[in-house]
């Protein structure tokens, strides 16, 4: 099976009209490196050291195409590294219950102060990083 359809287009992984998961699109994803927490477990000694701190996810509890799974499954992966660990996860305020994320708590701006604080402690030396602050 061909990744692309006869058009050179990526076959889709779902059906649209009937919700349906084409399992053979799925199990070539896997087997291709598709599949990131799969791909990251049979690589990781030779990747690990450039993602340690590099990856940051946010989802919502209940994504309406179950998204938020595959998050969790990712977390739970770098959870168990070693070799480099992957250390701290940061979730960008946790799972906040809903079906998207919309800047909740602790309040409104906390996402953007998160990211800000991300940025200021992760900018080269010198590098002024006022203007990230509202």
Do not use: Q
């Not at 450039?50 to 998050?71: A, K, P, Q, R, T």
């Amino acid at each position: 099976m061909a990744f692309t359809d006869p058009d050179g287009f990526p076959v889709p992984i779902r059906d649209n009209e009937t919700d349906l998961v084409d399992c053979k699109v799925a199990r070539y994803w896997r087997e291709h490196g598709f599949d990131m927490p799969k791909y990251m477990e049979k690589n990781w000694k030779k990747i690990g050291s450039s993602l340690v701190g590099n990856l940051h996810f946010i989802c919502g509890e209940m994504d309406n195409f179950y998204l938020n799974l595959g998050v969790y499954r990712m977390e739970s992966f770098l959870k168990s590294t070693s070799d480099p660990a992957y250390g701290a996860l940061s979730s960008g305020g946790g799972r906040w219950g809903a079906h998207d994320v919309r800047l909740r708590p602790p309040h409104p701006m906390g996402l953007l102060e998160a990211m800000a604080d991300h940025i200021t402690r992760n900018a080269p030396k010198g590098e002024d990083t006022k203007r990230l602050r509202y």
